[in-house]
């Protein structure tokens, strides 16, 4: 299972666009590239999966070089409420449980 | 649509007693996770399962956990005896098997059972 590096920490303010990157320079050909946002007291929830190039949906965006090797996660105009630790992950889109969660990003969402 | 379901929210045990961790995952999902998340990190994959079948448990402790899918819906979780290092939060999570082209896919996780060994 390919393995991910990412900030440990990230602090932001209300309004601003964040950005957070993932290395991950041992995925395989048939891996996709998952995020998923964890608050206190909860499991993960999914953010967005992509493969390659860009994909966004209605809470954020996904960018991917060409060579797969780095991604970054773009929240826009973050709230309060963005406030969370964010996990990249890499693995069998047919397996989604399977891929291997690191320590995440926690972001502080300052006002 | 219901989400994944856990009970109980939150246990309190003595170092070498037993406890289990039930799961009830999101209808139609074949695949079933247990996960143990220490504080601070991330979640670590226990086991998984397809339908009432193990795929993957090579970082289930099999000393001291086991884990069963009967009929291939609910789940147990069970730790016996438990250790002080046990105490984490267990969760559970389920996703589909076979995902359509073009269609995320993605892992339900629910509320987790917070441990706490004492």
């Known amino acids: 299972l390919a393995k991910t590096t990412q900030p440990i920490s990230m602090d932001s303010y209300e309004g601003q666009e964040v950005n957070i990157t993932c290395s991950h320079n041992?995925?395989?050909?048939?891996?996709?590239i998952t995020w998923y946002q964890q608050f206190p007291s909860q499991g993960p929830r999914f953010i967005i999966q992509g493969y390659k190039t860009k994909v966004t949906n209605e809470v954020a965006s996904l960018f991917i070089p060409a060579d797969r090797k780095s991604s970054t996660l773009s929240l826009p105009r973050v709230s309060l409420s963005d406030t969370a630790v964010y996990y990249c992950?890499?693995?069998?889109?047919?397996?989604?449980?399977?891929?291997?969660f690191g320590d995440g990003t926690t972001l502080t969402v300052k006002p | 649509e219901a989400g994944v379901a856990q009970s109980p929210r939150y246990k309190i045990i003595e170092k070498r007693q037993s406890v289990a961790f039930w799961c009830n995952p999101i209808?139609?999902?074949?695949?079933l996770y247990w996960y143990q998340q220490i504080l601070g990190q991330g979640p670590k994959l226990l086991i998984q399962f397809q339908n009432n079948g193990v795929v993957d448990d090579s970082q289930l402790p099999k000393d001291r956990f086991s884990a069963e899918r009967l009929k291939g819906v609910d789940s147990t979780l069970k730790i016996q005896p438990a250790k002080l290092e046990d105490s984490a939060v267990y969760l559970c999570a389920s996703s589909l098997v076979q995902v359509r082209l073009g269609k995320n896919t993605e892992a339900f996780f629910g509320q987790g059972t917070r441990l706490t060994v004492v």
């Open positions: 041992n995925i395989a050909t048939n891996d996709y």
């Open positions: 209808s139609g999902h074949a695949t």
């Open positions: 992950l890499v693995g069998d889109r047919n397996n989604a449980g399977k891929s291997t």
